[in-house]
């Protein structure tokens, strides 16, 4: 049986659009391919260098012999269990806080040039301050991650917040709408879009931070399997690690963009 040309009966702009999209589906295959064949390439110039299949058969050795009697799944979860818990907090309290900073002049005077001191200092700079006071257990990691992950949910709603079209909020005011109600009815709807660019980088920023402070003391997690590998000169597992940090960095993503076009089905269109 003979497979009809898809491009038949198509308009000129038409046949481009359809050859673009094709493009698009097959462009990330060959990046792919690309990424492994520089990888061979590297690992056969440089002795230290492992090569994928050596980095597979220690992704494999994770599972017959666990770390810490953790598997590499299980290290992942620990990670992801920590960015949920500061993420919980940087959603909350981060959101709250935007919105007041971003709907109030007399809030924004008032905490503003704190806030900027406070997202000003790097994330990392925390570390030996929090260690000094609470020490290396869990909570600590946790409140690294906060650190480093509140303010970019802050200032995404701030912006999100300052930039409402006036004329929304007059429409509110004409029809004797409450300041609560042009907040919570105008102003925070519209400003969604910019909430959820905060969602997306905090979550990234909470994925990196975790891995830094897991690298610099922890029993388990991603950043603790590098830092074993490290320590360990065991290249295949500080592959292993960073590759599983790709993968559920991009997982991540994926998720938190698949909640905003389910919650902002309007900006399907744009992206």
């Known amino acids: 049986m003979i497979k009809k040309d898809k491009t038949v009966n198509m308009s000129a702009a038409e046949i481009h659009e359809y050859r673009m999209n094709m493009l698009y589906k097959v462009l990330p295959i060959f990046s792919v391919l690309l990424l492994i064949a520089l990888w061979l390439l590297a690992s056969s110039g440089v002795s230290d260098f492992p090569s994928p299949a050596e980095v597979w058969e220690r992704t494999v050795r994770l599972f017959?012999?666990?770390?810490?009697?953790?598997?590499?799944?299980?290290?992942?979860?620990?990670?992801?269990?920590?960015?949920g818990i500061a993420l919980a907090f940087d959603w909350t309290f981060g959101i709250a806080f935007g919105v007041l900073i971003g709907w109030s002049p007399r809030a924004?005077?008032?905490?503003?040039?704190?806030?900027?001191?406070?997202r000003a200092v790097p994330p990392l700079a925390w570390i030996p301050l929090i260690t000094l006071?609470?020490?290396?257990?869990?909570?600590?990691?946790?409140?690294?991650?906060?650190?480093?992950?509140l303010a970019s949910i802050v200032v995404n709603v701030q912006a999100g917040l300052s930039t409402v079209e006036k004329m929304?909020?007059?429409?509110?005011?004409?029809?004797?709408?409450?300041?609560?109600q042009r907040l919570f009815k105008i102003a925070i709807p519209a400003s969604?879009?910019?909430?959820?660019?905060?969602?997306?980088?905090?979550?990234?920023?909470?994925?990196?931070?975790?891995?830094?402070?897991?690298?610099?003391?922890?029993?388990?997690?991603?950043?603790f399997l590098i830092s074993r590998g490290m320590d360990s000169i065991d290249m295949p597992l500080v592959l292993t690690g960073m590759i599983a940090i790709g993968i559920v960095g991009a997982i991540l993503a994926i998720i938190t963009q698949f909640a905003e076009r389910l919650i902002c089905p309007w900006t399907r269109k744009r992206k």
Do not use: C, Q
Not at 108 to 118: D, Q, S, T, V
Not at 133 to 149: N, Q
């Open 64 to 83: 017959t012999n666990p770390i810490k009697k953790l598997n590499l799944f299980s290290h992942v979860l620990v990670s992801l269990k920590r960015i």
């Open 108 to 118: 924004k005077a008032f905490f503003g040039p704190l806030f900027n001191a406070f």
């Open 133 to 149: 006071w609470f020490g290396i257990g869990e909570f600590p990691k946790i409140l690294i991650v906060i650190f480093g992950s």
């Open 168 to 180: 929304y909020l007059d429409v509110g005011t004409v029809f004797n709408a409450s300041p609560a």
């Open 192 to 223: 969604l879009d910019a909430i959820f660019a905060g969602v997306r980088t905090s979550t990234s920023a909470a994925w990196m931070v975790v891995l830094a402070a897991e690298m610099l003391g922890a029993n388990a997690g991603v950043g």
